[in-house]
């Protein structure tokens, strides 16, 4: 088992930046598959950026060239490094981890068993 803690987020302007921290306690670290997911109010919950085990990212098509996802396994720390932010980028943020994900599933939040309780990030125009 695995307990994930988000950290980072907050208010910032439109073409701001945040990186967003999640830390890990629990669980062999450096073999599971992480994900950054976000809700925006009355909306579903969106895979933003994974990262398999070997390091490979998969990034949304939405913040594609914006957010970048990384690990650091040592430090049992999952990274999203927002840059140019918009106003429909704000929602609250979780990190989600697990094991045996398929790297096509690594932004399908029903293919993670554990996550954090997130954090919020708010972008004013």
């Known amino acids: 088992q695995v307990q994930l803690v988000e950290s980072g987020g907050g208010s910032v302007q439109s073409g701001g930046s945040l990186r967003l921290s999640c830390e890990a306690s629990?669980?062999?670290?450096?073999?599971?598959?992480l994900g950054w997911f976000r809700q925006a109010p009355g909306k579903e919950r969106e895979g933003v950026a994974g990262?398999?085990?070997?390091?490979?990212?998969t990034i949304a098509d939405s913040v594609k060239g914006r957010f970048t996802i990384s690990r650091d396994n040592a430090k049992k720390t999952l990274y999203l490094q927002m840059n140019s932010l918009k106003p429909e980028d704000t929602a609250m943020y979780y990190c989600?981890?697990?094991?045996?994900?398929?790297?096509?599933?690594?932004?399908?939040?029903?293919?993670?068993?554990?996550w954090g309780p997130g954090t919020r990030v708010t972008v004013s125009s």
């Open positions: 989600a981890a697990d094991w045996k994900i398929w790297r096509s599933q690594l932004l399908n939040p029903t293919a993670y068993a554990y």
């Open positions: 629990g669980g062999t670290y450096s073999s599971s598959s």
């Open positions: 990262i398999a085990s070997d390091g490979r990212p």
